[in-house]
């Protein structure tokens, strides 16, 4: 998940959810009592929303014995303690979570220092592109001793986001900006850069990134979007507001009748929190970017 900075964007729109284990797993039999071959017992604290995904689509929600405050999904995920962020780490409910692994994203190095110091075995992954993603649940499978769900759960993504590239194969790819608002009202607002995660998904989608350079998640303002010109405009809104936050987004959008997008009525406010998360349900986001920028896909019956 690319800076710091989209660390915590993503972690604001995380209401997070993950894709239930639909058979992903099955080749591996599970640890005998709870155990990994030749370690000690599977105790798992998972610190960011992807990897407490990965490991529920992989069977192993049994063994989470912590999450972050951000890992709401899937509803088993809840029933699991929460021991703040990585910003704000519960060092007392990480202790009497008694985890053997710790799972957490590579951004702070420091709390990577604190886990090590509690004498809890740790792995740092990164996933703010598809081909880091992909690493990740290879080192997870690897960590856990479940090489065949990661691959079982690779092949599925593989194949999901294989089934939205068929469906938007031959099809012109329009110059999308995804944007997430700051703040509601302000004129500032985050895009996705070439290189992101979101970038690797509008390009399944079947878009091209409206957007020309390599960069994180880069803040402009109005007069920037007027000279990107988007053909379409996707508003991630996934983290909760006023009940009329929505009306307040699209009338922001309105004002800038000049871009084309808006001048064809292509600016759409998406909810869905899966959208900026890098993890198991990759392909249905996909597949939600390919439907909303190309609308004659919904209409359709997606090949099997």
Known sequence: ??????????????????????????????????????????RIL?????LTEILFAMGLGDAVVG?????????EALAVPAVGDTLHLDLA??????????????????????????GIRVAAVEADRMD???????????????PDAARALLAQIDADLAAV?????????????????????SARILVAGRGTFVDDLLTAAGAENAYPDRADWPT?????????????????????????????IRRAWNALGSV?????????????????????????AARLLAETIHPGLADEEPAP
């Open 1 to 42: 998940m690319v800076s710091t900075r989209f660390h915590l964007v993503l972690l604001a729109l995380a209401t997070a959810a993950a894709l239930s284990a639909t058979g992903c797993g099955e080749a591996d039999a599970p640890p005998p009592a709870g155990r990994e071959a030749g370690r000690q017992p599977l």
């Open 93 to 118: 409910g990480v202790i009497r979570a008694e985890p053997t692994l710790a799972l957490l994203l590579t951004r702070r190095t420091e709390v990577v220092r604190r886990l090590e110091g509690l």
């Open 132 to 146: 880091q993603l992909r690493e990740a649940i290879r080192t997870i499978g690897t960590e856990t001793g479940r």
């Open 165 to 185: 590239r068929r469906r938007v194969a031959g099809l012109s790819p329009p110059r999308t900006l995804f944007a997430c608002p700051m703040t509601v009202g």
């Open 220 to 248: 402009i303002g109005p007069t920037r979007v007027v000279d990107l010109g988007p053909d379409v405009v996707i508003v991630n809104a996934a983290t909760k507001g006023p009940a009329d936050r929505q009306d307040t």
């Open 67 to 75: 999450r972050s405050t951000y890992c709401t999904y899937p509803p």
């Open 260 to 284: 084309p997008a808006v001048e064809a009525g292509r600016v759409h406010i998406l909810t869905e929190p899966y959208l900026t998360i890098p993890g198991p349900r990759v392909g249905r």
């Open 46 to 50: 998972s610190l960011a929303p992807n």
